[in-house]
Structure formats: structure tokens, C-alpha cells
């Protein structure tokens, strides 16, 4: 058994989905660029994309650094003489 589309009536309302994901791509874009929050529910919870963009970005820095603050990798790391 196929499983059919369902038939949209008005071309117009075929590119609402798409219209609506460049919107919300747009409007994180913007927020991220002005450090403006964008919030949006998710599973019934209020969400900024913008902090939780920063968060993840600066997680990965402590990766990178082997998780250490600034403070113990400048005494792990020689002076210069």
C-alpha cells in the first residue's frame, strides 16, 4: 500500500512550510548576530536560542582546552624568559 500526500488546494498554502523554517532560520541568524534572545517552546518549556547557541560554542572551547579555566592553563604553560 502507497501512502498518498495529502492534496493541497491553493499552490500558495504548499509554500507555508517552507516559508516559516527561512523565518525561523532568519530570525535565530539575526538574534545571534545582535545578541538578541530568541525564544521559542519547546516540550513545553521556554527556550532562548541564542544562550543555548552560546553554551554549546563555549563547551566546545573547554574541550579544546582539555576542560581547564584560563587561570590553571596559564600555570601549566612556561614563561617566556
Given at each position: 500500500m502507497t501512502k498518498r500526500r495529502?492534496?493541497?488546494?491553493d499552490s500558495d498554502f504548499a509554500k507555508v512550510g517552507a516559508a516559516l523554517e527561512r523565518a525561523a532560520a532568519n530570525a535565530k541568524l539575526q538574534g545571534l548576530?545582535?545578541?538578541?534572545p530568541v525564544w521559542?517552546?519547546?516540550d513545553g518549556v521556554m527556550v532562548d536560542l541564542v544562550?543555548?547557541?552560546?553554551?554549546?560554542k563555549r563547551s566546545r572551547v573547554n574541550i579544546i582546552?582539555?576542560?581547564m579555566s584560563r587561570e590553571r592553563l596559564a600555570k601549566r604553560?612556561?614563561?617566556r624568559s
Open positions: 495529502p492534496s493541497v488546494i548576530q545582535t545578541n538578541t521559542v517552546i519547546r544562550a543555548e547557541s552560546k553554551k554549546k582546552k582539555g576542560g604553560t612556561p614563561k
